[in-house]
C-alpha cells in the first residue's frame, strides 16, 4: 500500500498599468513537496518517492498593437525528483526549465476572429548517475473562428506542439513495486512532435 505527503504553496499578484504599453503584469509562484511511500509489508517502508518542484510564470498584457491585443510571457521551472530504497528504480534528477510564450488575437471582420500563439522551451535534465540531457521544444497554432450567422459558428484550428521525455521515461531501471511492473527508460528518447487540425461548428439553440 501507499502513504503519502504533500506540502503546497501557491502565491499570485498582479499589477495594472504597471507601464507604458502594459497593460497588466501578473506573477504566479507555487512550490511544491510531494512524498510517497511504498511498502511491501505493514509497518515494513519499501521505496520513498520525494518530488520538489517550483514553478514560477510571469506575464504581461500589452495594449493594442495594431490590430492585436496578446500576452507575452516566460516561465520558470524546477523539479527535484528521487527514490530511495532497495527498489528505487529511478536516480535523483534535477529537472530544469525555462520557456518563452506569446498569445496574440484580433478581429480580422466584425464576423472574423483570429488567434495565434507560440511557445519555447528549453529543458535540462541532470541524473546523479549518468550525463545531462537536454532538449528544446518549439510549439505553434492559430485559430480562425467565423460567425456565420447568429446562432452558428464555425472555427478551424492549426497546431505543431512538442514535449520533451520526462526523467522517468528517460533514467528508470528497475521494478516499480506500486505498478507490479519493471520500467526501463531509453535515454536516447527524442523529443514528442504532434501535428493537429481540428474542425468546429457551435450551433445555439433557444
Known amino acids: 500500500f501507499l502513504e503519502s505527503e504533500q506540502d503546497r504553496i501557491d502565491l499570485a499578484g498582479k499589477i495594472n498599468k504597471p507601464f ?8 504566479q509562484v507555487g512550490f511544491n513537496d510531494y512524498t510517497h511511500t511504498e511498502f511491501e509489508e505493514v509497518g515494513e517502508a519499501g521505496t520513498v518517492f520525494d518530488n520538489e518542484q517550483l514553478d514560477t510564470r510571469i506575464e504581461f498584457q500589452h495594449a493594442k498593437f495594431g490590430m492585436f491585443d496578446g500576452v507575452i510571457g516566460t516561465q520558470f521551472g524546477y523539479k527535484n525528483l ?6 528505487a528504480f529511478l536516480p535523483e534528477t534535477k529537472t530544469k526549465n525555462i520557456g518563452v510564450f506569446i498569445l496574440e488575437e484580433t478581429n480580422i471582420t466584425d464576423s472574423t476572429h483570429l488567434d495565434i500563439g507560440a511557445r519555447f522551451d528549453h529543458e535540462t535534465h541532470d541524473p546523479s548517475n549518468a550525463s545531462k540531457i537536454t532538449n528544446d521544444m518549439y510549439s505553434i497554432s492559430s485559430g480562425l473562428v467565423w460567425d456565420f450567422n447568429e446562432s452558428t459558428e464555425v472555427g478551424i484550428t492549426i497546431g505543431r506542439s512538442q514535449r520533451g521525455p520526462t526523467a522517468a521515461e528517460l533514467f528508470s531501471n528497475g521494478p516499480h513495486v506500486a505498478t507490479g511492473t519493471f520500467e526501463i527508460g531509453v535515454s536516447t528518447l527524442d523529443v514528442e512532435t504532434t501535428n493537429s487540425l481540428d474542425l468546429t461548428i457551435n450551433k445555439t439553440h433557444g
Open 20 to 27: 507604458s504599453g502594459i497593460e497588466v503584469a501578473a506573477l
Open 82 to 87: 528521487s527514490a530511495v530504497g532497495e527498489e
